[in-house]
């Protein structure tokens, strides 16, 4: 007729009558009569305290004054966060409008609410916790209601607050709550920066086609300013480079392009500060690293200078020619005056000849030599 129900000291227990709720049992042995055996007890460990049942509602609403002596009542505003600690650990974030319900126990609960109607940034050191937890392994249930991010030394981060800017972050660890919230942050570095605008096809005032690459210095002075004024700052930072690029080189013939690369590196500089000019943005340097002609250009400008070349040399050798010339024509108009000189001059020259002749056979004397008896034997 009796039946007995036997609840553990770190247990609770609820008790139904053909399913319906009849009390909450306490620790301890519950006798019941029951002749047709239609009471049952649905036990829960006080280890974990969150009473996640289908009559948490019901209590709450329906048998408050149970509710309260029984279990922690917790409800969370519209524009607050809760954070729940189990003897003093941090283990659950409860989002706005949330009800729940924890059994009373030997576990130690407290909840902590946060106002996030205006300030939902989270406290750096509660920020550093979570971060060091979920390193170790420790789970936060509901923590991915905070968004984090790390921004690196020499960076500032942009954040975002449901498409508009909110504010600048420096560098180091940032956290927010996100309920209700469409949370960004883009990264800027601050550092000088190199920007390749490379293969551009472009053609010359004399038509001419050619590749032209680019490079460019730059970095962001005022990150704010620069994420104002345009979506993408790099990207209309190049395309500004190819607009003063293929002015620059369109308005200038192949050969002026080839004789001054560095005219051209100060018209695209010229260009792109003046039209970066309270933009954010500051440029550095800009330099053109090639200038690419294509493949019947160079075989033609080979030709050229190829060209060039020979003439400079037939200039030379005809400079060179004329000036023996005239030293012969010097040196003829001295012997012609000076028989003396003249025959030093033959002898000069039989000296040459003789250098490179195995004998000489001399017939007449000196006489012979000098005047016209001389034979010669390899």
Request: charged letters at 30%; hydrophobic letters at 45%.
């Amino acid at each position: 007729m009796f039946r007995k129900f036997h609840v553990k000291k770190d247990e609770r227990a609820l008790l139904f009558r053909k399913g319906d709720f009849v009390k909450v049992l306490p620790a301890g042995e519950h006798g019941v009569f029951d002749p047709f055996r239609r009471h049952t007890v649905e036990k829960f460990a006080l280890d974990k305290p969150l009473f996640d049942h289908r009559l948490s509602e019901y209590l709450r609403k329906a048998e408050p004054a149970l509710a309260e002596r029984e279990f922690h009542v917790v409800a969370i505003g519209a524009n607050e966060v809760g954070l729940r600690y189990e003897n003093g650990v941090l283990v659950e974030v409860l989002p706005p409008d949330a009800r729940r319900l924890y059994w009373k126990g030997y576990v130690d609960i407290r909840v902590d609410k946060l106002d996030i109607a205006r300030d939902f940034a989270v406290d750096a050191a509660l920020a550093r916790q979570v971060m060091t937890g979920m390193a170790k392994g420790i789970r936060v249930t509901g923590i991915e209601g905070m968004f984090s991010v790390i921004v690196p030394q020499y960076h500032q981060g942009v954040l975002y607050v449901d498409g508009k800017v909110e504010k600048v972050l420096e560098a180091g660890l940032h956290a927010f709550w996100k309920f209700r919230r469409e949370l960004k942050v883009e990264v800027v570095d601050l550092r000088l920066q190199v920007l390749e605008v490379a293969g551009q096809e472009i053609l010359t005032k004399d038509k001419v086609s050619l590749r032209v690459n680019l490079t460019a210095g730059y970095r962001v002075t005022d990150v704010l300013v620069a994420h104002a004024k345009q979506a993408k700052p790099v990207d209309y930072l190049y395309k500004e480079l190819q607009f003063g690029l293929r002015s620059a080189v369109g308005t200038r013939t192949l050969d002026e392009l080839l004789e001054d690369k560095g005219a051209l590196d100060a018209v695209v500089e010229a260009h792109i500060k003046r039209r970066i000019e309270g933009f954010g943005l500051e440029v550095d340097s800009v330099g053109v690293k090639d200038i690419i002609l294509p493949g019947e250009m160079k075989t033609i400008l080979a030709k050229v200078v190829e060209a060039e070349k020979v003439a400079q040399a037939n200039a030379i050798r005809r400079r060179e020619e004329t000036g023996a010339t005239r030293s012969l024509l010097n040196t003829a108009k001295v012997m012609e005056d000076n028989p003396t000189a003249l025959r030093l001059k033959e002898l000069e020259t039989l000296e040459k000849v003789t250098e490179k002749i195995g004998s000489i056979s001399v017939y007449g004397g000196l006489d012979g030599v000098l005047k016209d008896l001389v034979k010669i034997r390899a």
